[in-house]
């Protein structure tokens, strides 16, 4: 279900901010973050504020 109250932000707007941090996070996220570590681009990396950082959490990372 969708939430009630919902906040869109374009590209600039979030490249905006002084810190940015990209999470992921399952291991539904192992083919992309492979992909990611192969220098792959995706919509998301459009964005990027002053300081930027990505977590990848050890269920995303691709398996051996």
């Known amino acids: 279900k969708p939430p ?10 979030l ?3 002084h810190n940015f941090f990209k999470i992921i996070i399952g ?5 992309i973050v492979k992909l990611l ?14 300081k930027e950082k990505i977590f990848v959490h050890c269920s995303a990372m691709p398996g051996e």
Do not use: A, D, W
């Open 4 to 13: 009630k109250i919902r906040i869109s932000m374009s590209y600039k707007s």
């Open 27 to 31: 291991e539904s996220k192992q083919s």
């Open 37 to 50: 570590l192969e220098g792959k681009s995706f919509p998301f990396n459009m964005v990027s504020g002053k």
């Open 15 to 17: 490249s905006r901010t």
